[in-house]
């Protein structure tokens, strides 16, 4: 399955490069390009895009040329410099834009259409756990499904919560745990969506309905990255 990738925000630096006021570094092109390659994708890494309409639709053309699935990050949201959506209503079609999941809102689904043919298009948003979570939950199964695949969804597991989730949210939340030797499970002490380490050193992500509050003792359901991550 051939996909292309590209990424948009003016603020993006590649590592080794300096990073002036304002700006951070693309951890999301090394991130999904690794995710998809482990998929058995063919991936083209088309590179950074400019903050302007005109850049992002060239890209989504080139990318549509020869590619079966376009997955972009950033540009998603609603700011001035955010030309994803405008962008593929213009040269393709629009179906969903924003998803009722913590982290992730921002997420968008569509085709782009080149010379008669669409390509499957999906928008992750640009914070790095966003990013992730979004890809593991959502773009994983599509990916799968494309390829032949039967079998998408996760094996999850019912464990002990070693933890006070007093304050969920109105969407589905999916948190970053660790697991612990007493047989429970805990929450990485930030949950916000611009730490990676909340990635790197979890274990898998507790799928928490959306309004459900959590106090220790209570059952949740875990999905481990092994289940994820293959």
Known sequence: MRVAVFFTGDELRMPGEPLPPGAI??????????????????????????DNLDATRAAL????????LI???????????????????????LDMWKIGIKPGKPLAFGAVRVEGRDA?????????????VTFLTLVRPFVLRLSGVDRVLPKS???????????????????????????????????????????????????????????RGDLVRFIPFSELLN
């Not at 997955?71 to 079609?93: L, M, Y």
């Not at 499957?120 to 992730?132: C, E, K, M, T």
């Open 157 to 215: 597991y019912l464990l002990r919560a070693d933890y006070d989730w007093a304050r969920p949210d109105a969407r589905r939340e999916f948190l970053r745990a660790l697991t612990n030797d007493a047989g429970g499970v805990e929450l990485f002490p930030s949950q916000g969506s611009g730490v990676l380490s909340s990635c790197v050193q979890a274990d898998g992500l507790v799928d928490n309905p959306p309004g459900q509050a959590v106090a």
């Open 120 to 132: 499957a298009f999906i928008g992750l948003p640009g914070n790095p756990v966003s990013a992730f």
């Open 61 to 68: 053309r080139a990318a549509a040329a020869d590619n079966d």
């Open 25 to 50: 570094y693309n951890s999301n092109r090394f991130a999904l390009v690794a995710l998809l390659e482990n998929l058995g994708c063919e991936v083209r890494d088309l590179g950074l895009v400019p």
């Open 71 to 93: 997955i972009t990050s950033g540009g998603v949201s609603v700011g001035e410099e955010d030309h994803i959506k405008p962008a593929v209503e213009a040269e393709g079609r």
